[in-house]
C-alpha cells in the first residue's frame, strides 16, 4: 500500500505518487459562501477567458483575468491550499450538518468488522490492507421512528444545508454575468421548468415532488452535495471497478480521482474481482462525489 502516501511537492513536480493534486491551467478554485447556512462554501472553477497581466496560465492562476466560472466535481484534489492524506481520507464536510439534525446514532456493528474476511486493521503479506482503524469512524444509522434522507426533509418543508449548498452549484455564479438574463440561447426546453436563477426553496421544492434526488448517504459525509433531476444541468457519471484480471487498491483511487477531476458527477464501483469492500472503502473516504454500485446487471 505504500503508493497510497500522499503525494509530496516533489513528486506533484515529477512522477506522482498517489493521485494527481496539481490544478488546472489557466483557472483557479473558488468558494461561494452560502447565506442560510454561514458552513456553507461551495467550490467552483474560475475559467480564465483572456490573458492577464495578473493571469499566470500554468500555475492555476485566473486573477485578474476575463473569466467563466464552472461548478467544480473535484473536490479539493485541485485546490493547492489543501493537503492530501489518503490513509487519513477528505474532510468530511457533511458531518456537522448531520449531526445537527439530532436524527442519527452511531450503529452497533463494530468499527472494524469487515464485510468481506472480517481481518483486523491490517492484512496478511500480500493481502490489500484495509482503511487505517485509526481513520475510520463508527457507521451512522437513523434513529428509532426518524428519516434521514433530502426528500423527507424537503416534505417537512425544510431547506438543509445541502440544498442550499446544490442551489449555489447550479448557478455558477451567473449573477456575474449579469443576472443570467439574455445572455444564454433560449433553446428548447422539452417542457422542463428550469429558472433563471436556481433557489434553495426552488430545490426544496423539486426534491418534494419526486422530481429530483440528492445522493447525501449520511455514512458518505465527504461527499459535495450535488443534484439530479430534470430541471437541474446535465449530470456525467464514471464507471470503474477491479476485476478478477488485476487492478489494485491505489488504481482504483486513481481512477475516480481522474474521472472527477475531468467532471465526473458521481462514480460508479463496478468491482468484480477480489478484495471489493477493502478497494470500495478507500475510494469511499477519499471521494467527493457520490459513489455507487450496480451489483446486478
Not at 67 to 93: F, H, K, M, Q
Not at 136 to 145: C, E, K, W
Not at 189 to 205: L, N, S, Y
Request: glycine fraction near 10%; charge should be negative.
Amino acid at each position: 500500500m505504500s503508493s497510497l502516501e500522499s503525494p509530496s511537492s516533489s513528486e506533484k513536480n515529477g512522477a506522482e505518487k498517489g493521485p494527481t493534486t496539481s490544478p488546472f491551467p489557466a483557472s483557479r478554485k473558488v468558494f461561494v459562501p452560502g447565506t442560510i447556512y454561514a458552513d456553507v462554501h461551495v467550490p467552483m472553477r474560475e475559467i480564465a477567458l483572456t490573458s492577464s497581466s495578473d493571469s499566470a496560465g500554468g500555475n492555476g492562476s485566473s486573477e485578474g483575468a476575463t473569466c467563466v466560472t464552472v461548478y467544480d466535481t473535484s473536490g479539493p484534489y485541485t485546490d493547492p491550499n489543501a493537503a492530501i492524506d489518503l490513509r487519513r481520507g477528505l474532510e468530511p464536510v457533511r458531518l456537522g450538518w448531520i449531526g445537527a439534525r439530532g436524527d442519527v446514532c452511531e450503529s452497533d456493528v463494530p468499527a472494524d468488522k469487515s464485510g468481506e474476511t472480517g481481518r483486523g486493521d491490517v492484512a496478511t503479506e500480500g493481502d490489500v490492507e484495509r482503511f487505517p482503524l485509526a481513520s475510520r469512524r463508527a457507521a451512522l444509522r437513523a434513529r428509532a421512528g426518524k428519516n434521514v434522507t433530502q426528500m423527507h426533509y424537503a416534505r417537512q418543508g425544510i431547506i438543509t444545508p445541502e440544498m442550499e449548498y446544490v442551489a449555489i452549484r447550479e448557478n455558477q455564479r451567473r449573477e456575474a454575468l449579469g443576472g443570467g438574463d439574455g445572455r444564454a440561447h433560449p433553446g428548447e426546453d422539452f417542457g422542463a421548468e428550469i429558472p433563471q436563477r436556481v433557489t434553495p426553496e426552488f430545490v426544496r421544492d423539486e426534491i418534494a415532488r419526486g422530481r429530483a434526488i440528492i445522493p447525501a448517504n449520511v455514512n458518505h459525509p465527504e461527499c459535495e452535495p450535488m443534484i439530479i433531476g430534470r430541471n437541474f444541468l446535465v449530470k456525467i457519471n464514471a464507471n470503474i471497478g477491479n476485476s478478477a484480471l488485476g487492478s489494485s487498491v491505489e488504481e482504483e483511487v486513481d481512477k475516480m480521482v481522474w474521472a472527477i477531476r475531468w467532471g465526473s458527477d458521481t462514480v460508479m464501483d463496478l468491482s468484480t474481482g477480489d478484495k471489493i469492500h477493502e478497494t470500495r472503502e478507500w475510494v469511499l473516504r477519499n471521494a467527493p462525489v457520490p459513489i455507487g454500485t450496480v451489483p446486478i446487471y
